[in-house]
């Protein structure tokens, strides 16, 4: 399995950003695809992750109410819609493929997409 994240970029406080997660090759082995971030000088934190037999999610309650997780099938995207977004939000953001569990904690990830940078300015 490959994962390449995209759609970071430069925002205002208070706007959106639409992130995507492209999952290539033996897709099959893929139990969840989970959100991660990490700010500069801080763990990296979750956030959420989709299962993906069912497209169940789940969502840390930090950001529940504000980001929403979901999959194109046909295009084997994940997507990361992030609303009402603050400084704090700034980081890199992070896709992660879990082969047997959905998990809050990133060492049950083992295979990472490279990164996108988020920044939202004040």
């Known amino acids: 399995v490959q994962l390449q994240a995209s759609g970071g970029g430069l925002v205002q406080a208070g706007g959106s950003l639409r992130l995507s997660c492209q999952v290539s090759?033996?897709?099959?082995?893929?139990?969840?695809i989970g959100w991660f971030r990490q700010a500069p000088g801080k763990e990296r934190e979750y956030l959420g992750a989709?299962?993906?037999?069912?497209?169940?999610?789940y969502y840390a309650d930090s950001v529940k109410d504000r980001f929403t997780i979901s999959r194109d099938n046909a295009k084997n995207t994940v997507y990361l819609q992030m609303n009402g977004l603050k400084p704090e939000d700034t980081a890199v953001y992070f896709c992660?493929?879990?082969?047997?569990?959905?998990?809050?904690?990133?060492?049950?990830?083992?295979?990472w997409g490279q990164g996108t940078q988020v920044t939202v300015s004040s």
């Open positions: 989709i299962r993906w037999s069912d497209d169940r999610t």
């Open positions: 992660a493929s879990n082969p047997d569990v959905v998990s809050t904690t990133r060492y049950r990830y083992n295979i």
């Open positions: 090759g033996r897709t099959f082995s893929t139990y969840a």
